[in-house]
């Protein structure tokens, strides 16, 4: 009998929201679910491991893995390159394991035109003001970096719209949980449907 192909899940959401804890709750909670190593032409931080934390090359070979049509999605943050290598995500996949990739909502709409079978879900603050409340905390923020994210979480939020599913973050474990009900009922459906000719 073959292996049951994993799912592709894309989360995104405002800066703040909670995504990170979210996705690391699910890994925790499901030990088929698992991040994609992202490449990136940035140099490693310390502690960090190359093929562990980043894929770690040169903007040369990144440049040729874009032209060759290597990655899923990629984008340029403060001058350098991230990217979610297409045969990694696949290798994955294709032995059974759930696929989570924390990407902006640009990079859930390249996916989606890439890879239609991936499951697009969106993560909500429980309101504006949880999320003013959440980023306030960190006390990282000066008033006005604090208004742009804000507003850039506005901006983020009115694609919500665009994605198969939707998830309110009011508590990491339930998100997470809900998160794995979303790949089940994924994995259900496709048995009934696609799986059937098999």
Do not use: W
């Amino acid at each position: 009998m073959h292996k049951e192909r994993g799912v592709l899940l894309v989360v995104s959401g405002p800066s703040g929201v909670g995504k990170g804890s979210v996705c690391a709750a699910l890994i925790a909670m499901d030990e088929q679910t698992t991040y994609s190593v992202s490449a990136t032409t940035r140099a490693p931080r310390r502690g960090e491991v190359d093929g562990v934390n980043y894929y770690y090359i040169s903007a040369e070979r990144f440049a040729a893995k874009i032209a060759a049509g290597d990655f899923l999605e990629y984008a340029t943050v403060y001058g350098n390159y991230y990217g979610t290598p297409r045969a990694e995500v696949e290798r994955l996949l294709a032995a059974g394991k759930n696929v989570i990739l924390e990407i902006d909502t640009q990079g859930a709409m390249q996916v989606k035109a890439a890879c239609p079978q991936g499951v697009l879900v969106f993560i909500l603050p429980p309101s504006i003001e949880e999320l003013r409340r959440r980023i306030t905390a960190r006390g990282s923020e000066t008033p006005e970096s604090l208004n742009l994210r804000l507003s850039r979480a506005e901006a983020e939020m009115a694609m919500a719209e665009q994605y198969d599913y939707r998830v309110v973050n009011s508590d990491i474990e339930t998100a997470a949980a809900e998160l794995l009900r979303i790949i089940n009922e994924v994995k259900a459906s496709r048995r009934k449907g696609s799986y059937d000719a098999e």
